[in-house]
């Protein structure tokens, strides 16, 4: 990159995928400064945890418990936060790992939301300089579908 950066947004998800978009970012990118407490030249790992419905795949209200339809399952869903709760710390544990062997400082947030809502709101808000992401594995032509 030939300018240096202020501030890269890096998502994680914690696909290989993922992973390797922030081994990128942390060899090729030059930032202004690399001092984590700095206001410029920061790289902020970004994981977006789904809210708890998205992760289970369905409502907790449509779960069938044999009462009424529009009845929450507070356990149900206290359940799910917890398991994504270990989840998120594992993401973020290997992110931070990674991180610690390119000796690169860091920081991160986690955000709840529909990740590619939440994504773009942080970028947007810090003002990012670039969002780097890691891409699915398609082949060449749904990619070109994909981006025309």
Same mark, same amino acid.
């Given at each position: 990159?030939?300018?240096k950066?202020?501030?890269? $947004?890096?998502?994680?998800?914690?696909?290989?995928e993922s992973m @390797?978009? /922030?081994?990128w970012?942390l060899?090729?990118? +030059? /930032?202004r400064s690399?001092?984590v @407490?700095?206001e @410029?030249?920061?790289f /902020?790992i970004?994981?977006?945890? %789904? *809210? *708890?419905?998205i992760?289970? &795949?369905?409502?907790?209200?449509?779960?069938p418990? &044999? &009462? *009424?339809s529009? $009845?929450e $399952? %507070?356990a149900?869903?206290?359940?799910?936060?917890a398991?994504? =709760?270990?989840?998120?710390?594992?993401?973020? !544990?290997?992110?931070?790992e990674i991180?610690?062997? =390119? +000796?690169?400082p860091? =920081?991160t947030?986690?955000v709840v939301? !529909? %990740?590619k809502? $939440?994504?773009? !709101?942080?970028? !947007? =808000?810090?003002?990012?300089d670039l969002?780097?992401? &890691?891409?699915r594995?398609v082949?060449a032509i749904?990619?070109?579908?994909?981006?025309t």
């Amino acid at each position: 990159m030939v300018g240096k950066l202020r501030c890269v $947004v890096v998502a994680v998800d914690g696909s290989e995928e993922s992973m @390797n978009a /922030l081994r990128w970012a942390l060899q090729n990118l +030059n /930032l202004r400064s690399q001092v984590v @407490n700095s206001e @410029n030249g920061n790289f /902020l790992i970004l994981h977006a945890q %789904p *809210p *708890p419905t998205i992760a289970a &795949g369905l409502s907790p209200a449509a779960i069938p418990f &044999g &009462g *009424p339809s529009n $009845v929450e $399952v %507070p356990a149900f869903t206290a359940a799910i936060e917890a398991h994504q =709760k270990r989840i998120t710390e594992a993401i973020m !544990d290997h992110a931070l790992e990674i991180c610690a062997e =390119k +000796n690169v400082p860091v =920081k991160t947030r986690v955000v709840v939301g !529909d %990740p590619k809502e $939440v994504i773009c !709101d942080v970028t !947007d =808000k810090l003002q990012a300089d670039l969002l780097v992401m &890691g891409c699915r594995n398609v082949g060449a032509i749904k990619r070109v579908l994909l981006c025309t």
